[in-house]
Nanobody
Framework: VQLQASGGGLVQPGGSLRLSCAAS????????IGWFRQAPGKEREGVSC????????YYADSVKGRFSISRDGVKDTVYLQMNQLKPEDTAVYFC?????????????????WGQGTLVTVSS
């Protein structure tokens, strides 16, 4: 089952967006979900992750204090609230299912990628 990311768009620097990652109850209850991004000409970067066991959250240094990850067990959705957006946050954002081994910040340890959603931060 591929995850579906949505909620991207064009926003001015300093603005906010909330991304959604539609999953399933089975996935949310059993697996950590991570958000990644890839800007043109750059490698995929791990942004944030939320664990399934206790809801622990993890953030890349580049987004700490600005982004917040959460999950809604009723809607089977993981959210990424992005505040104080900067031009360097411009990228396609993806969500994936953690396979259970290795670093939360390595995309090699995730699967079930779906189509991403484009976030553009520009004035």
């Amino acid at each position: 089952v591929q995850l579906q990311a949505s909620g991207g768009g064009l926003v001015q620097p300093g603005g906010s967006l909330r991304l959604s990652c539609a999953a399933s109850r089975f996935i949310l209850d059993g697996y950590a979900i991570g958000w990644f991004r890839q800007a043109p000409g750059k490698e995929r970067e791990g942004v944030s992750c939320i664990a399934s066991t206790d809801g622990s959250t993890y953030y890349a240094d580049s987004v700490k204090g600005r982004f917040s990850i959460s999950r809604d067990g009723v809607k089977d959705t993981v959210y990424l609230q992005m505040n104080q957006l900067k031009p360097e946050d411009t990228a396609v954002y993806f969500c994936g299912v953690f396979r259970g081994h290795g670093s939360y910040y390595s995309g090699d340890n995730y699967g079930n990628w779906g189509q991403g959603t484009l976030v553009t931060v520009s004035s």
